[in-house]
């Protein structure tokens, strides 16, 4: 199956992730960025600091989706393996990108070890790109964004590229619903099957004092959202609707 060009996959990388030391920020920030733009988040995966697991990952992720982004291991310890991990994916060397070695030399005057040197490490025909409000490029590699895992720098390179990922939007509706998931589960079958372009989500809560589930319809088609929220709003128990969003 051909893939989408509206879709992506992320790959979050880091032995502090799967440890609990530190909590992902970034992966929750990029969904949100990306449905918001129009592109749907079809994976996300975790893996450590591990060049063969993030190799596995990235080639995983590249036949789901039409653009991979990985967050976290690139830097100049031993445990930033990612540029790595992605260029073993590609089947490609690790080499010194041209450009990434005159902002490294223009920023340490006295000289490149080798720590600083790795910073300028990418797979071998990787872009770099460049933009006036960041202080170091974003490495893209074929169609693999390679994003640091500090939220801040992650967040500034994702601006600067971030109508890559736009596409036709999202349309949704809420609606709020005082019975419990049990009792309206032929509701939603019967409206999935009357509209079956659109996503229905159904998600219960046991703690709100107004209702017991929140159902979701979302579709890029505008009409086709407007048309399943009326037919399920029909079909739920009469009363059983809280509000609708």
Known sequence: MPRRSSTAAIVVIGNEILSGKTQDDNGPFLIRELRALGTEVCRLEVV??????????????????AHVLTSGGIGPTHDDVTVAGVARALDRKVVHHPVLLDCLKSFWTDGLTPARLRLAEVPDGAE??????????????ENVYIF????????????????????????????FVRESETNIAQCLDRTLEAHPTVALGSYPRFDH??????????????AAVESAVRFLVGALPAGSVVRVE
Do not use: N, Q, Y
């Not at 450590?48 to 989706?65: F, M, N, Q, S």
């Not at 770099?128 to 590699?141: D, E, H, N, Q």
């Not at 895992?149 to 609606?175: C, N, Q, S």
């Open 209 to 222: 004092p107004e209702w017991k589930v929140k159902l979701t319809v979302e579709s890029r088609d505008a």
């Open 148 to 175: 640091p895992g500090v939220p801040e720098l992650l967040r500034a390179k994702f601006d600067a590229v971030r109508d890559r990922f736009r596409a036709a939007p999202f349309h949704l509706r809420t609606i």
């Open 128 to 141: 770099v790109v460049m933009s006036a409000a960041l202080r170091f490029p974003l490495i893209v590699a």
């Open 48 to 65: 450590p600091d591990e060049v063969e697991l993030i190799a596995d990952a990235v080639r995983r992720c590249r036949e789901a989706a």
